[in-house]
């Protein structure tokens, strides 16, 4: 018998979100440390699992994201000067030291190597927006978000930048977590896309930093990409005796960002051909003439006739997952039933039509369904990530349990767990 282990190799494992204080004690020792004065506070943004509308973001179309509970948070010191110096546990032994006035865009000399990019890229999109000059700043980084998960820890870093810069800098644009400035906020959302896109040079769209942004607790963020428009939509999930369980495959296809790429240049091409600027703009009623369309076009008429009819149903599926929502109406019986199966649609249209699944995430919500989930999907942008589960409050254990199961038998590495609770925006805690 082996005493080296008190967990059984079936129980699952839950990644915790560390609470204020703690986030708050973390990166402030880390701070300390690094830099060895005070910092002027403590800013937090947090990570996001979208509910549904998936791939719908630069299609102009709708989403449904939440703020996790899961949060990067970042100690900083506004410096008179134009030095950035930027400090995260991963990199502890070193400090990063970059200068305001020489970085600049992917690709180009003034480049900035990984993680940096976010947070640096951030201060460089500000002033490129026109809201500087920002002074340099020294920061210390500690994020429970897992990294890579599809769970916008990305996203995270560069909201946290962005509030903390937005006070020490009185731009004046952030408000509070609970008072937030909602159209000031939407302005913060474009640095932050611009830092991802230019200088991490990650083409995502902007539900991300929207979400990190502005969700609101106890809420998901009815997002409207294309105007960039936000209605909050009540979704309390514990007063429901519900839970929405993140399922980190921990999966990571290496050919997923060139795959991205070409589901977007997809899209674009079908736009295109069907005389839209964009995808949104093909309603249910005219997708069956335009999938003939898109079929009769060429050589590849096949994939983008799938790749339309997914978003052009997503963005559906969004609007009947919302107006079920907003009905006031408790999330029971038949309602949660058609929530499910809206849920369980969406991914077998992102499987099926999209193609962006993987075997992790089909496995994943294949073993959450069959364990009694009310419906299941990955969320995220695929080819590994995170899927999610919407489940009684009493049967996360239970379903989390088949899920490590499921992934025991297929041979594939355990998965992680996330209680993901409607959490706030991001803001400051000390
Ligand atoms: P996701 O946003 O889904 O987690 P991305 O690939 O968009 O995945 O972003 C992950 C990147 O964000 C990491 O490779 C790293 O550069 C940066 N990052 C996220 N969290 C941290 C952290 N705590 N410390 C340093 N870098 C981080
Ligand atoms: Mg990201």
């Known amino acids: ?28 020792a880390l701070f300390h440390e690094a830099f060895d004065c005070e910092p002027d506070g403590v800013w937090y943004a947090p990570g996001r699992v979208n509910v549904i509308g998936e791939h719908t973001d ?19 010191r506004r410096r008179e000067d134009r030095t950035i110096r930027l400090v995260s546990p991963q990199t502890r032994e070193t400090i990063d030291v970059l200068d305001l006035d020489q970085i600049g865009p992917k690709g180009t000399p003034g480049e900035v190597r990984h993680w ?4 640096a890229g951030v201060a460089w999109a500000l002033e490129q927006d026109g809201l500087g000059p920002v002074s340099g700043f020294d920061a210390a980084l500690y994020s429970c978000v897992p990294l890579g998960g599809g769970l916008s820890s990305s996203a ?27 159209a000031g ?14 200088m991490a040079g990650a083409p995502t769209g902007g539900m991300d930093q929207s979400a990190s942004l502005r969700c609101q607790a106890g809420h998901a963020l009815e997002l409207d990409c294309r105007s960039g428009q936000v209605r909050q939509v009540p979704l309390d999930l514990a007063g429901a005796g519900l ?15 060139g795959q991205y790429g070409s589901r977007r240049a997809a899209c674009e091409k079908a736009a295109s051909l069907l005389g839209v600027d964009l995808l949104v703009e093909v309603s249910p009623e005219a997708l069956p003439q335009a999938l003939e369309r898109l079929e009769a076009s060429g050589e590849d008429g096949a994939e983008l006739v799938k790749r339309t009819r997914h978003v052009v149903t997503e963005i559906q599926r969004t609007k009947d997952l919302v107006a079920l929502l907003s009905d006031g109406q408790a999330l029971a019986g038949d309602k949660l039933a058609e ?11 992102l499987r099926d039509d999209y193609e962006c699944t993987c075997p992790e995430l089909d496995v994943a919500v294949d073993a959450a369904r069959a364990a009694g989930a009310y419906g299941a999907r990955m969320t995220g942008g695929g080819f590994g990530g995170s899927a999610i589960a919407l489940v009684d409050a009493d049967a996360v254990e239970q379903v989390a349990r088949a899920v490590v ?11 992680a767990f996330l209680d993901a609770v409607p959490s706030a925006p991001a803001g400051r805690l000390a």
């Open 1 to 28: 018998m082996s005493y080296e282990s008190t967990s059984a190799p079936h129980d699952p494992v839950f990644s915790p979100a560390l609470s204020p204080d703690e986030g708050v004690a973390a990166a402030t």
């Open 243 to 257: 839970a929405l369980l993140v399922i980190d495959t921990k999966a990571k296809h290496s050919h997923a960002d």
């Open 185 to 198: 906020r939407e302005r913060l959302v474009t640095s932050c896309v611009r830092a991802e896109n230019e």
């Open 339 to 349: 929530v499910g199966t809206l849920l369980n649609a969406s991914h077998d249209s």
């Open 156 to 182: 995270a870093l560069e909201g946290a930048t962005v509030v903390a810069l937005d006070e020490v800098n009185a731009l004046g644009l952030a408000g509070s977590a609970e008072e937030p400035n909602d």
């Open 116 to 119: 940096n990019a976010y947070v």
């Open 405 to 415: 199961q499921a992934y025991a038998r297929e041979g594939f590495g355990a998965p």
């Open 58 to 76: 630069y299609n102009g179309g709708l989403a449904l994201p939440i703020a996790l509970p899961h949060r990067a948070h970042m100690a900083l």
